[in-house]
């Protein structure tokens, strides 16, 4: 689309101007009077070409303004026939947001508060986060090995930390520990497990391991507040969109085992050999990482989420019930055909039976278009960069790296006993 290929290019206001289009809006600042079928998703992608502007404003709007006309998508508990309907649903109906999606959209919208320096709109959105985590977590376990919403997990505890509320900023950091033991967790847990009450199981552990190693000569004691602080949180490439994909009968069969409804020995007589269903598939990002340097020095930059692996294992591990439902509409198709055929024998001989088979499975077969809508736009990895800074001016450059290749230089201030937080969206 003419957006994606401007995003390509890093030309974010030509992106925009073809997602305003698609919205019959004439600029970012409106939003269209009704967001029905597909205009949500639309504004979901607008939103991160926004961010990608540093247009936070008009980023957080469109955030806010999709998430209520959103759909969940809850694929564990749904039964074959929803997800059915899910998979080759009219263009009409609007987008189903999958978990990990739904978590990474409060999580965005935190950093657009976050980067205009509005810390109670920030906390709002940490809460709405909570909500839709507690949400996804209260489902049927899924195969995912990474904690669900580390990502925003950790710029909530971050917002609660600023709020001065140790204890719930503890919580939140806690939940990052499912994501792995990132530097950028050591200085604020050892600092804020000083000054609050919280000590869950995997902090208890952390922090063992903390005060046995090295990290905690390199705090400040309990009580000594560093000068200030720079949160950097960069969003990078484009996370895995869906694509109409063709698999083999016998292979789906064997693929969605007790997924499937009725007797697929009726597929035998069915003129269609192949099964249809939105697979994904991985885009080429321009942008695969980046490099932090402040006032000349580097810092360390970490993965803090990769969003594209968790939309991948989450769609893999329901690709069963995908490709079950998807045989499951085929059967009721033939059997449909097989009806058809009969009565047509019955009335006209052989041929016209075996004619009128042919054309209702075809009919039928036409309306069962794979439903491929994706947030195309969302960054695939999340990383994070945290640094002590003395109050006062620093020059800033992050070094975007990959195929398209440019240094971002940035000037931040950072008030005594403050923080800044600097937001980098690159969905290319």
Not at 224 to 251: F, N, Q, T
Not at 360 to 376: F, G, H, Q, V
Not at 402 to 413: L, N, S, Y
Request: proline share 6%; glycine share 8%; with cysteine.
């Amino acid at each position: 689309s003419k957006s994606h290929n401007a995003a390509d290019r890093g030309d974010y206001e030509a992106g925009v101007r073809a997602l305003n289009n698609m919205l019959d809006v004439a600029s970012p600042e409106q939003l269209p009077d009704e967001l029905t079928a597909n205009k949500p998703l639309v504004v979901l992608e607008r939103a991160m070409l926004l961010q990608a502007q540093g247009r936070y404003e008009w980023s957080a709007r469109d955030l806010s303004a999709a998430e209520t006309e959103l759909e969940f998508l809850d694929l564990t508990q749904d039964p074959v026939g929803s997800i059915g309907k899910y998979v080759y649903s009219d263009s009409a109906r609007v987008y189903k947001v999958p978990p990990a999606e739904r978590l990474a959209l409060n999580a965005l919208n935190m950093l657009n508060y976050l980067a205009m320096g509005d810390l109670q709109g920030a906390s709002v959105e940490a809460r709405r986060f909570t909500i839709a985590r507690e949400y996804v977590e209260s489902l049927a376990k899924n195969n995912n090995k990474a904690s669900p919403g580390a990502f925003g997990s950790y710029v909530a505890g971050f917002i609660f930390e600023k709020l001065g509320e140790p204890d719930r900023a503890l919580r939140y950091y806690e939940e990052t520990l499912g994501a792995g033991k990132l530097q950028a967790l050591r200085e604020p847990v050892l600092r804020l497990s000083a000054q609050g009450r919280y000590k869950g199981a995997k902090l208890k552990e952390y922090l063992r391991e903390l005060r046995r190693g090295s990290a905690a000569k390199e705090t400040q004691p309990a009580g000594d507040e560093p000068d200030g602080e720079i949160l950097i949180i960069l969003g990078l490439g484009r996370v895995p969109y869906k694509i109409p994909e063709r698999m083999p009968i016998g292979a789906a069969i064997g693929y969605a085992g007790a997924s499937v409804t009725g007797n697929p020995d009726i597929l035998a007589h069915s003129i269609f050999k192949f099964v249809v269903y939105p697979e994904l598939t991985t885009p080429d990002s321009q942008v695969s990482g980046a490099a932090v340097r402040l006032d000349g020095q580097d810092l360390p930059t970490e993965l803090l989420t990769d969003l594209g692996a968790e939309i991948a294992r989450e769609y893999e591990s329901i690709k069963p019930k995908i490709i079950g439902a998807a045989l499951t509409r085929m059967i009721a198709r033939a059997a449909a055909a097989e009806g058809a055929r009969y009565l047509g024998r019955k009335k006209e001989g052989r041929t016209t039976g075996i004619l009128a088979a042919l054309a209702t499975e075809a009919a039928l077969t036409a309306l069962d278009k794979p439903d491929t809508r994706s947030w195309t736009l969302l960054p695939a990895r999340m990383y994070v960069c945290r640094t002590r800074a003395e109050p006062g001016w620093h020059e800033i450059k992050v070094q975007l790296l990959g195929k398209a290749p440019q240094t971002r230089p940035m000037d931040v201030q950072v008030k005594p006993g403050g923080y800044s937080v600097v937001v980098i969206t690159e969905p290319r």
